[in-house]
């Protein structure tokens, strides 16, 4: 029997804004579906932007800042030693770590690859090659206060990651730090918003802990999510 697969617009009743859902892939199929799944899912991840292009593109259009954020997208839990790289001291919770790029209305950017919940956010941008990445676009990042300490470069230097200040435990901030702080949170807010638009997809909330997998899905929910936001 011929598999067909019929991908359809139907929504998800996700919580999107406006009431609207965001779509999903409907397959139906005499065959194998999670082979026709994988498939339609590596066309649509094939078609996010890679992260040197996406800088240049903002770079092109004047822009000189990026947002970035990090976020763990929670998986199935599973039982055994090889699950525990997966488990997020932070979150308290399994899943799997991805850093995201948005401009500065929170429009995704770039998604990285999918690194086990214990792996910290410095770790993941450290091993995407962030910093370096951004200052050859001659761009910058404003990130929260866990990025604090990825921008190792020479004082004198622009830094290739804005953050807030952090206060020491026997050193308060000052009034000045807590401004900066604030103005900093109101800047870098258009990335959660971008964060949730793509965690409304029903998808996500039961991910494999296969990090290539969860790689390819979350690009492919990139391209749609940005789909659905443009419309």
């Not at 790289?85 to 899943?95: D, E, I, P, V, W």
């Not at 918003?193 to 802990?209: D, E, I, P, Y």
Request: charge should be positive; charged fraction near 30%.
């Amino acid at each position: 029997m011929t598999s067909r697969a019929d991908l359809s617009d139907r929504r998800a009743h996700s919580s999107h804004r406006g009431g609207r859902g965001a779509c999903h892939f409907r397959v139906r199929t005499g065959g194998d579906s999670r082979g026709i799944e994988d498939e339609v899912v590596g066309l649509l991840a094939a078609r996010a932007p890679r992260l040197d292009r996406a800088l240049k593109k903002i770079a092109r259009t004047g822009g000189g800042i990026v947002l970035m954020d990090g976020s763990l997208i929670r998986t199935r839990r599973r039982t055994g030693k090889d699950n525990r790289k997966n488990y997020s001291g932070k979150s308290k919770c399994h899943g799997l770590l991805v850093i995201a790029l948005t401009d500065d209305r929170g429009r995704l950017l770039w998604v990285s690859a999918a690194r086990p919940g214990r792996t910290s956010e410095i770790t993941a941008c450290r091993h995407e090659k962030l910093t370096t990445r951004l200052r050859a676009a001659g761009l910058a990042a404003i990130a929260d206060l866990g990025f604090v300490g990825l921008d190792d470069s020479d004082p004198d230097a622009d830094p290739a990651v804005i953050t807030g200040y952090r206060a020491a435990r026997n050193l308060p901030l000052s009034r000045g730090q807590k401004f900066s702080n604030k103005t900093l949170a109101a800047v870098r807010a258009p990335v959660e918003h971008g964060f949730a638009h793509l965690k409304n997809w029903r998808v996500l909330a039961k991910v494999r802990t296969d990090p290539r997998w969860a790689t390819a899905l979350v690009r492919a929910l990139l391209v749609l999510t940005n789909r659905e936001v443009s419309r």
